[in-house]
Each structure stands twice: as structure tokens, then as C-alpha cells.
């Protein structure tokens, strides 16, 4: 098959990032006002998502708690992720540089949960080692959804329902979204979280177009809603993007969780991964190609379903058990769905060249990227070369040059 030649190219995107990382944390702690006193236990809850710095960012959380006197052990505040179980999110923390002895306290992992209130009719479930605590301390992200689009979408929010409710609240909680929606759930249950648990503060991370941390601000209980939906304006505003709205064939050389909690960031590719909310249809993007799964994935590979084609190496690395317990807790059995499957990345590409329609495959809207986390610097083909010509943001940086595969059919690196 005659392929597309591609261009390397440069997008510009703003990008504001906290050089001094420690330091800008103890400062938003500090202007908070929260409720922490000498001698206090407060748990900090860390989620599963690939953040930036995450270990650095929540040290520096448990190191001014310490200066104030307080006694932090750190927790998992991740709902039914790493198996489901207290070893395993461990496990998942530990991949991202949270451990005890690089974070200077204990770390407590249980599934079990204690009722603290009540929403939309159904029980609020509270980690246990939570619960007991003082205070609470939640650090995450804050981020567009993958699953919904809101005022209030991912992050301190959702940590408070989902991830704090552990396995039990999280099963509940997506049936409930279900009915209800995601974002009636998420601020209905974080609103009581918020008036019957001991939430001391939120620490909330934003993310510039480069995956780095760009902002960074801390709200006790009373200012916290407010505060996460001006820091969900705010990472609207900094996402990165494709360059290009219509395509017939987008390569993601590798998707997992530590990229997207969907595997492949759903914003990013405009497809859903939950058939129950409304999401937007753009970019419309023909068939997708993902060539392997991440190895901080631990073998779950949700998401996979958003694919259209796939690769043996990514096939052979699902844990579907794991992949299958987080796809029926959110009920988005989809998500786990295996596309087909080829045996190499090169059969692969080219049967998704050979779908596109009576556009010969040498002629494709073509994009290939190393992930939905890494579009700064990405490969078009040459169809899209007068488009780039027009745009301000974009830059070349290579001649035209064919796709390039090793002898077994893998693509080259760049």
C-alpha cells in the first residue's frame, strides 16, 4: 500500500508553569485558613491519575501539615482503581513516587467505608482511616471530564464522591449517574461530603497544554466549589487540542491510565466513553489506531473501545479483569470492548487506511501522536500541509518523509 508521507510539526500553546513547585504549595496552604490544629490527624487522599509532580505536590502537602503541628498519614483516594483493593492501590500509588519513606509518613490503605451522610437518596460512603481522621486533605487535578461536560467536571469534586467512597461508593455512584448524571451526582454527594466530613482543604492542580503544572491553589470546605469551578474555566482554557477538526485515520502510539482515566483522553479524540451523557462530536475523527498500553497501566485498558484497530503487543498486555472492573463500575461496558486486531502495527495502519473511502491512503488526513497527553509535537501527512501553511500556531519542523516500520512491522520512532 502506497502510505502518507508525514510532517513533523509544532504546535504553540500558552504555557504558564510553577517553576518552584514545594514552595507554591506551602503559599496556597497558607492563604487558606484551614481548619488544622497542633496535634490533628489529617489524612491526605491521592488519587490514580497521572499528574505532574504529583509526588512532589503532595510532600510538600504533607510537610506544611507537619509544620503546623499536624500528624498526616497519607491515603488512597482513588474509588475502585488498583484492583480494587487496599494492596493494589498501594501498589498504583507507589508507581508515582508515593511511598512512605519518600513522602516522610505512614500510608493507610483500606476499602472499607462508613456512611457520613446522605444524597439524592442514597448513602455517602467515606474511606474508614478517613473518617477517623481530624481532617481531610484532598489533592487531584483539576480537569475536563472524559465522561461529561459541566461546571464542575474532574477533580476535587469528584475525589470527594468517587474516590472517597472507595469501591462500594463507586459502584453506586456511576449507576446513579445513570439516572441522574454526572454532574448532579458529583455535586450533589461532594456538597454533603463537604457539610458531614472533617474536609479540612483541596488541593487543586492545573495542568498547562504540556502536561506541567501550571497553577496551583488550595480552598478550605467554605471556598472550595466555587474555587474548583474557577479552576475547571481555567484548564478549559489551557487544554491541548488536535490541530485539526476532521480526520480519516488518527495513530496513538500508546494510551493507558496514567494518560487518561479513559485510556486515550476522550477530549481530545471527541468520542465518549459513557453512552449516558452528551459530549462533543468534535474532533469527527473516521478510525483510530492504538499501538500499545502503558506499562504504569498495570494492564487496564479501558478505553480500548474508542479504538477501531489494535495491535497483538497491546492485546497481549490487557489484564481484563482489571480492565472489566473498572469499565462495569463506571457502566461503560464499551470501554472494554477488544477492537480488531492485528498482528503488527503496520497491518494495523494500513487496513485503517484501506476503510477511509475512495481517498487513495497516499492522500489521508493522517495524524499520528505519541499519546493524547503528548500533542505539542505530533506528525501530520501531507494533506494537511496548505492548512498548516495558513495557521500562526503551527510550525514545521521536518520534510515530507513515508511512514517507516521495522523489519516485524513496527512503526519507527520518530
Not at 89 to 95: A, I, K, R, Y
Not at 273 to 281: D, K, R
Not at 338 to 355: N, S
Request: net charge neutral.
Amino acid at each position: 500500500m502506497a502510505l502518507p508521507r508525514m510532517v513533523r510539526i509544532r504546535q504553540a500553546f500558552a504555557r504558564p508553569r510553577l517553576d518552584d513547585i514545594p514552595r507554591a504549595v506551602r503559599a496556597a496552604i497558607g492563604r487558606a485558613s484551614i481548619p488544622v490544629g497542633r496535634g490533628d490527624t489529617v489524612a491526605v487522599g491521592a488519587g490514580s491519575r497521572g499528574i505532574a509532580n504529583i509526588d512532589v505536590i503532595v510532600r510538600a502537602t504533607v510537610d506544611h501539615l507537619r509544620d503546623l503541628g499536624a500528624r498526616p498519614f497519607i491515603f488512597p483516594a482513588m474509588g475502585s482503581h488498583g484492583g480494587g483493593t487496599a494492596e493494589g492501590q498501594v501498589s498504583v500509588l507507589e508507581h508515582y513516587g508515593i511511598t512512605e519513606r519518600a513522602m516522610g509518613c505512614p500510608i493507610r490503605a483500606t476499602m472499607d467505608v462508613i456512611q457520613v451522610g446522605e444524597a439524592l437518596g442514597l448513602p455517602v460512603w467515606l474511606d474508614r482511616f478517613a473518617a477517623e481522621a481530624d481532617g481531610i486533605a484532598l489533592v487531584n487535578r483539576v480537569k475536563p471530564h472524559t465522561d461529561f461536560k459541566g461546571s464542575i467536571e474532574s477533580g476535587l469534586f469528584k475525589m470527594m464522591t468517587i474516590g472517597l467512597g472507595k469501591w462500594k461508593g463507586a459502584i453506586q455512584y456511576h449507576r446513579a449517574n445513570v439516572t441522574h448524571g454526572y454532574e448532579k451526582v458529583i455535586t450533589s454527594v461532594g456538597r454533603e461530603m463537604l457539610a458531614k466530613a472533617k474536609i479540612a482543604c483541596g488541593v487543586g492542580i492545573v495542568e498547562n497544554a504540556y502536561d506541567e503544572t501550571a497553577l496551583i491553589e488550595v480552598f478550605n470546605a467554605k471556598d472550595l466549589e466555587a474555587g474548583e469551578r474557577r479552576l475547571l474555566a481555567q484548564a478549559r482554557e489551557w487544554m491541548m487540542r488536535l490541530p485539526f477538526d476532521r480526520l480519516d485515520v488518527l495513530i496513538v502510539e500508546q494510551m493507558g491510565k496514567n494518560i487518561s482515566g479513559s485510556g486515550m483522553d476522550t477530549n481530545v479524540i471527541g468520542r465518549p466513553s459513557n453512552p449516558h451523557e452528551p459530549f462533543p462530536a468534535t474532533p469527527k475523527i473516521l478510525w483510530i489506531v492504538a499501538l500499545d498500553l502503558t506499562g504504569d497501566s498495570y494492564g487496564n485498558a479501558v478505553g480500548i473501545g474508542n479504538a477501531d484497530f489494535t495491535t497483538r503487543r497491546l492485546v497481549d498486555k490487557i489484564d481484563m479483569k482489571a480492565t472489566l472492573i473498572n469499565a462495569i463500575t463506571a457502566c461503560a461496558p464499551g470501554g472494554a470492548k477488544v477492537p480488531a486486531t492485528y498482528e503488527t502495527d503496520r497491518e494495523a495502519i494500513e487496513t485503517a487506511l484501506g476503510c477511509i473511502g475512495l481517498t487513495p491512503p497516499e492522500a489521508a488526513r493522517v495524524i499520528r501522536i505519541r499519546s493524547t497527553l503528548k500533542l505539542g509535537e505530533l506528525d501530520v501527512s501531507e494533506a494537511f500541509l496548505e492548512e498548516v501553511a495558513g495557521r500562526s500556531d503551527l510550525t514545521p519542523l521536518t520534510d515530507p518523509a513515508p511512514l517507516a516500520f521495522d523489519a516485524a512491522g513496527r512503526l519507527l520512532p520518530h
